[in-house]
């Protein structure tokens, strides 16, 4: 059956750390993937795009990475800080149909 | 520019009641997305409108539920009659069609749905 995992429900980290979440998915063949970010009572934000022939994507201090052999995404929050603490979201395409999205990790960074 | 609207922010019915959610794209977004969140899980796809026109439609969950997006503009979601599992919060989102799916989503703050 078709399934997208992110690591942790939760995931705890120091203040200045890198923060790695990520983002598995079986029976699916995505051409892109998405990562959103999602405060408390708010709507999902977009970060980043990466398309299946890019390894790497990066802005700011966020990196997100695509390994289509491994059928997984990493998503990479460095020098973090407590303002990045909310819930991300890995979201890729079905089959050009529309987004599916995991169901997130929530990341606490703690000064 | 105004973002992606939603209305009401926060609906709390009996249930067999109706209600209708409704969702203002950005401007010349012809995309336009309803996804929901029930307790605990997922965000999930509903539907996707291209315009006025359902582009599909395959994660409606029986036919209580009806979308429609008359003249491309504003879309309204209506549940009717609303059982206790449709409780949850209803995400719009558009996207500008750039050949297919490789635009961004963006998302209303959601319509918090409380079915009693």
């Known amino acids: 059956s078709q399934k997208i995992e992110q690591n942790s429900e939760a995931l705890n980290i120091q203040e200045g750390k890198t923060a790695t979440l990520t983002c598995n998915y079986t029976n699916y063949s995505p051409a892109y993937l998405q990562w959103y970010r999602q405060d408390p009572g708010r709507g999902p934000v977009f970060l980043l795009l990466i398309r299946e022939n890019e390894k790497e994507k990066r802005k700011e201090r966020l990196k997100v990475t695509f390994d289509t052999t491994l059928k997984q995404s990493l998503f990479h929050i460095t020098a973090s800080q407590p303002a990045d603490s909310a819930t991300y979201l890995c979201?890729?395409?079905?089959?050009?149909?529309?987004?599916?999205f995991g169901p997130g990790t929530r990341l606490s960074v703690l000064p | 520019e105004a973002g992606v609207t939603q209305f009401p922010s926060h609906s709390v019915i009996e249930k067999g009641q109706t209600v209708t959610l409704r969702c203002d794209p950005i401007?010349?977004?012809?995309?336009l997305y309803w996804y929901r969140r029930v307790m605990g899980k997922e965000i999930k796809f509903l539907l996707h409108?291209?315009?006025?026109?359902?582009?599909?439609e395959s994660g409606m969950p029986n036919n209580r539920f009806l979308a429609e997006r008359t003249g491309g503009t504003y879309s309204t979601l209506k549940v009717q009659p609303a059982e206790l599992e449709d409780s949850g919060v209803y995400f719009c989102?558009?996207?500008?069609?750039?050949?297919?799916?490789?635009?961004?989503?963006?998302f209303g703050e959601g319509s918090r749905l409380t079915v009693l």
């Open positions: 989102a558009s996207s500008q069609v750039t050949g297919g799916l490789t635009g961004e989503l963006f």
């Open positions: 401007s010349g977004h012809d995309n």
């Open positions: 409108f291209v315009k006025e026109s359902k582009q599909d």
């Open positions: 979201a890729l395409d079905n089959y050009g149909q529309n987004f599916v």
